[in-house]
């Protein structure tokens, strides 16, 4: 029992250490894709089954009573919902339309990241500003499940008719990599009472964010001569785009917010939900479906999500505390 202790101390502390350099290493996990390129092309097989314990260690934080008890204070998921699903898509969907109506393959992947689930990550981030942790974690399972059917949907709507679109194969896919792994963790959780949240997921977070960084390194690899070939000025203004992108969630998430007159916590939860999506997800999908330049904007998208986080909340809610269930991880 000692030893145990010990290893779930260590893997805790690793776990902390990691969180800080996140906004480096998905940088550089796309310079080491690039790098190996092909040389690496075997281990494709395995991002699905990478991707899909990453959501299953999520939805192991998710319980029904903290999904019940927000349902019954529905107004955070439809601030939720109305930004996530609407107000951002539109956003991405002006912006590459102004920059790059001609190209649908660009368009499409910019409009991608707008429409995939929100990510795992945004708990993270409104746990270190003190958000409501149950309404991150409830947003985070209903945009799970509502994924499968948006995501395609948004995609298809404003992305047009210029590029092929396998709805039902982007449908499966979220089903297998996101839907059905949160939901399993989620049930484990409330089976057991939310002691495995408690003792085993501290120690199951260290090997999600390896595991991201793993996938990143993967499917930039398997883009990276299409991508190297076709280096442009263009890359540039993708870059610009992406960049303003994942600034802009953050103002329209806490003006919305505000508008609705929603609690501080909740409106911390609220930002980062709308803001940050499961890129990684998107990146996986633009591999399968689309066209090699389709995954550019997404790998920009990854590049900036994680970097501009820490600027922005610091801009919107001053300096970051870790919220109780933070703080007790962390110090124990």
């Keep these: 029992m ?13 776990n902390t250490s990691l969180e800080r350099l996140m906004p480096a290493l998905t940088p550089l996990g796309i310079v080491v894709g690039l790098i190996l390129g092909r040389r ?6 395995l991002t699905p089954f990478l991707f899909a314990a990453i959501t299953f260690i999520g939805g192991l934080g998710i319980s029904a009573r903290q ?3 927000v349902v019954r204070r529905p107004k955070g998921l439809v601030v939720f919902l109305l930004g996530s699903i609407v107000i951002m898509p539109l956003v991405s969907w002006f912006l590459a339309t102004i920059a790059f ?3 649908a393959e660009i368009k499409t992947g910019i409009i991608l990241v707008s429409a995939i689930p ?5 708990y993270i981030w409104s746990s270190i500003y003190k958000g409501n ?13 509502v994924a499968p059917l948006a995501t395609p949907l948004i995609v298809r709507v404003l992305g047009g008719a210029n590029v092929i679109i396998d709805s039902r194969g982007m449908m499966t896919s979220l089903l297998y990599l996101v839907v059905i792994p949160t939901t399993l963790g989620s049930v484990i959780n409330t089976m057991t009472r939310s002691r495995v949240n408690e003792h085993i997921t501290p120690s199951l977070k260290p090997f999600s964010k390896i595991a991201l960084v793993m996938i990143i390194i993967i499917n930039t690899a398997a883009v990276s001569e299409q991508l190297l070939s076709n280096l442009s000025w263009s890359y540039v203004g ?9 600034i802009s969630g953050y103002p329209i998430g806490a003006g919305l917010a505000r508008l609705f007159g929603v609690e501080t916590g909740d409106a911390i939860s609220l930002t980062f939900s709308i803001s940050m999506r499961n890129i990684s997800a998107a990146l996986v999908l633009a591999i399968q479906y689309f066209p090699p330049a389709t995954a550019l904007p997404v790998i920009f998208g990854i590049v900036f999500q994680q970097s501009t986080a820490a600027l922005m909340a ?4 001053g300096k970051s505390n870790p919220s109780p269930t933070m703080a007790k991880e962390q110090s124990s």
């Design 2 to 14: 000692f030893q145990f202790q010990i290893v779930e101390k260590k893997l805790k502390t690793l």
């Design 40 to 45: 690496i092309e075997a281990l494709g097989s």
């Design 67 to 69: 999904f019940g008890e």
């Design 101 to 103: 109506g001609s190209n």
């Design 118 to 122: 929100t990510a795992l990550t945004g």
């Design 133 to 145: 942790e149950p309404l991150s974690l409830t947003i985070i399972l209903l945009g799970t499940l």
């Design 238 to 246: 993708i870059a610009l785009c992406s960049l303003l992108i994942a």
């Design 314 to 317: 610091s801009l919107l809610f």
